[in-house]
């Protein structure tokens, strides 16, 4: 055993450790697992799992693949932190009662809004979703900054193009240390309103859009349950400050019975409310007689849609049970709004304007650098077809050098000395087919040339002018929109307000009646009436 050297031991203090290595977790936990990017709404291990199924080709017009396969490449190239969170994360990109628009297409057990886990990822299959290649568009055109991965082996995009406004249109939910982001999903037609809406104000009037502005295109959280969120006054507070908070309220409906009961239906939930828990809240307070006068509960949900039926006893006011309801259980519920995303790093709690702000420049971004790329590849090929077309002026002399050379090499070197081509041009005339010394091939030539001036031309413009940059920005932004333009599942009630009293007793005649004693007793009428 080797001896220790006690002149390389450092004492240090157990204190001034503990804080450093808690506050590198902490980061850590913010930056890399738990906050999603500004940019492209999305976590780190979400970002993975949709470019490693890129990477797999799993597209939504190729079969599904085995959900083993999609976690075992996200854990091995760029996530090693366990398949289970993966799998997690895979599950909640495809369930339709927790993502908006899944990223996702799921096939197999991917659970239930009853709160039933997924099968086992070596049962399910999945693939990406349509609107999930809208995340990934260009992202092969130097769109996006690529880094190496944890053992350097791959590269993987520090964001996603993200062609959509993903961070408003499917919201997030995360817990940091010290923090929590709690971002409601939108409807995406009225979120690409709104981004069309800034981007306009700048272009023609070159000024800022208010929240007054947003509000009347973004009407409010738009959530994949739907149900019914009531007032505005949460909402807008939410939009401005960036926390607020939001009462939803389950839809529901009175609906009379053939033997004179009333029953009520719930066809709608609260965002995120699991169904069994709340049906079995609702018989714990049958049970304990909070709530009197439900005689039966019944799932009747199916493939179709939801719906619970609660059976009152004859007697019973609907009215007062539901409200009873709203009061002690989740058929009225409130989303706690906290918009904080990750700016360049940082967490920051940021406005609803903030965030369209952000992902207007991140498109920016990402346009730009697209347009560069297609810049240089348009010159590269404009370039070559120059080279080309000068060289059918001269083909006889160009046949003859070639004949009389030795080797390829050795006709490139003439050629480039000859006539001026540089390498590229020269290895193109080398390798040159017969067929294009036609009269047809060199039309073809030029027409493909002009074509290329002209895109080089377009290319030009829109890196220099801002304006021209952000039409085509907005432009695209609004084609890609149209294609996922739904109606709102969530209506937006004007009627705010918290059960009271009034609320949960029933609105009867009754009589108060004193005794000689002084005793003061209430009864209905109708008791009344039957004991005198």
Known sequence: MDEINYDQVKNVDLKDTMETSYIDYAMSVIASRALPDVRDGLKPVQRRILYAMAELANWPDKP??????????????????????????????????????????????????????????????????????????????????????????????TVLPARIPNLLINGTTGIAVGMATNIPPHNAGEVIDAVAAIINNRISEDRETSIEEIMKIIKGPDFPTGAQILGTRGIEEAYRTGRGKVRVRAVTDIEPMANGKNRIVVTELPYLVNKARLIQKIAELVKDKKVDGITEIRDESNRDGMRVCIELRRDANPTVILNLLYKHTQLQDSFGVNMLALVDGEPKVLSIIDILKLYIKHQE????????????????????????????????????????????????????????????????????????????????????????????????????????????????????????????????????????????????????????????????????????
């Open 365 to 532: 971004e990402v346009v730009s650098r697209r347009t560069r790329y297609d810049l240089a590849k348009a010159e590269e090929s404009a370039h070559i077809k120059e080279g080309l077309l000068k060289a059918l002026d001269v083909i006889d002399e160009i046949i003859a050098i070639i004949r009389a050379s030795k080797s390829a090499a050795d006709a490139k070197e003439k050629l480039m000395a000859t006539f001026g081509f540089d390498d590229p041009q020269a290895q193109a005339i080398v390798d040159m087919r017969l067929r294009q010394l036609t009269g047809l091939e060199r039309e073809k030539l030029e027409a493909e040339y002009a074509d290329l001036q002209e895109k080089i031309k377009q290319y030009k413009a829109i890196l220099g002018d801002e304006k021209i940059l952000l039409g085509v920005v907005r432009d695209e932004v609004e084609a890609i929109g149209s294609k996922y333009r739904d109606p709102r599942r969530t209506s937006i009630g004007f009627d705010e307000y918290d059960i009271s009293m009034e609320d949960i007793i029933p609105d009867e005649d009754t009589v108060i009646a004193m005794t000689k004693k002084g005793y003061i007793k209430r009864m209905t009428l109708d008791n009344f009436k039957n004991q005198h």
């Open 64 to 157: 599904h693949r085995k959900c083993a396969r999609i976690v075992g490449d996200t854990m091995g190239k760029y996530h090693p932190h366990g398949d289970s969170s993966i799998y997690g994360a895979l599950v909640n990109l495809a369930q339709e009662w927790s993502t908006r628009y899944p990223l996702v297409d799921g096939h197999g057990n991917f659970g239930s809004v009853d709160g039933d886990g997924a099968a086992a990822m070596r049962y399910t299959e999945a693939r990406l979703s349509k609107i999930a290649v809208e995340m990934l568009s260009d992202i092969n055109k130097d769109t996006v900054d690529m880094i190496p991965n944890f053992d350097e082996t791959e590269k993987e995009p």
